[in-house]
């Protein structure tokens, strides 16, 4: 449910609304879960500060961030009244974070009752961000998805290690590593630059 806000799908508003205004407001500490892979998820929540990310192992038993949730947007697993279903991934707290939590058993009554259509406007969008988080993966820069991450959370670097945002971007910790630097000192002769052209 990541990446929603970053796509600009769906107009969650009432849905935040209505989270905020009946969710429980819970703490989470660094890498406490929201849900956890394969376990039964009965919960959506509105993120209110920090960020989670959501997560599963690949088929080397290396972990994969999958997508990112930041301050005002949703996590949850799915939203579905079949509470039979299990979590597809991961979702934890990259550092202590706080979220307004609802069941969502109560959620799907609320949509049902007050926003008709909007469940499958919801899954649908679901599906459309993750369809197009794979697009970036195989069309855009990793340079481009890591300036896309900065502009989202410009501390992203002190929240996440450089396995964690390698791993989101799609490259190797390493690769990662010299990336930002180069960006780092791209910024820093530009900012150089200014200040020449300014002197004159």
Known sequence: MADLKL????????????ILTNGERRSYRRR???C???RPAQEIGLVISGGFAFSRPDYKGDRQILSLAFTDEIIGAYITPDFSRRSG????????????VVSLDA???????????????FTTAI????????IAYRC????????ELLRRLPHINGQMSNTAIASYLG??????????????AQIRDSDQNDDTDQSF
């Open 7 to 18: 796509y600009d799908i769906i107009d969650l508003e009432p849905l935040r609304r209505y």
């Open 32 to 34: 406490q879960h929201f």
């Open 36 to 38: 956890t892979l394969s």
């Open 89 to 100: 991934f991961d979702i934890t707290a990259m550092c202590d974070s706080e979220a307004a």
């Open 107 to 121: 959620m799907t009554d609320y949509i049902d009752r007050e926003l008709p259509g909007f469940r499958l406007q």
């Open 127 to 134: 599906a459309t961000s993750f369809m197009l988080r794979g």
């Open 140 to 147: 855009e820069s990793p340079e481009s998805r890591y300036l």
């Open 171 to 184: 490259i190797a910790r390493e690769t990662f590593v010299r990336m930002r630097s180069r960006l780092n």
